[in-house]
């Protein structure tokens, strides 16, 4: 098993390379970019809105039941809709959930910490977790758009450094297949 991972060493070459090339994405991805990817996911979920549409008058004309898939059609095609015609607000709205869902998680997160009776070396991390996600969830309730770019600019640069690492780890792998397979002949001449 450790022999045939060695083998693969390319294999973290290539993968840090689309991590590098992800995060050069991730640096030079802006808001606009943002937009017209929601203005993309908006005509995909208003098409399959359209779809279920056409599935639930089926079954009405079936005399199926129909009423939760005719509901769920109209509300995808809305929500299709929106992200099509607003994709700033819908952006915004979007990224002011994030930042509530971060708020309620930080909370949740330090009232573990008050609860948890033992004595632990992972509570410094728990509470600097929660902290920061609150810090996070407060950021993007009120500046989401300044927020994400800079979270993005963030993960860009780590994706980069990760990718970095792994190129570096698989030509250390690279080299230690060769030593192996250097050293491997001489063993066989000794014996």
Known sequence: MEQKSKKNWWFLVING???????????????????????????????????????????????????????????????????ILFPKFSMKFILIIIGVWAIILGIVQLAIL???KEKMASKNI????????????VLLFFDPITTAGFLLKILGFFAILFGIMMIYFGFVLKTIKVAIEGS??????KE
């Open 17 to 83: 390379i689309i991590a590098i090339l992800f995060g050069v994405f991730l640096l030079y991805f802006d808001t606009d970019m943002i937009e017209m990817l929601l203005f993309y996911i908006g005509i995909g979920i208003a098409v399959v809105g359209v779809f279920l549409l056409f599935a639930a008058i089926r079954n009405i004309k079936a005399d199926k039941h129909a009423g939760m898939l005719l509901f769920e059609s109209i509300l995808t095609v809305v929500i299709g809709l929106v992200l």
């Open 114 to 116: 008050i609860n948890i």
């Open 126 to 137: 728990l509470l600097f977790n929660g902290l920061l996600t609150i810090v996070l969830g």
């Open 184 to 189: 491997v002949p001489e063993l066989e001449k």
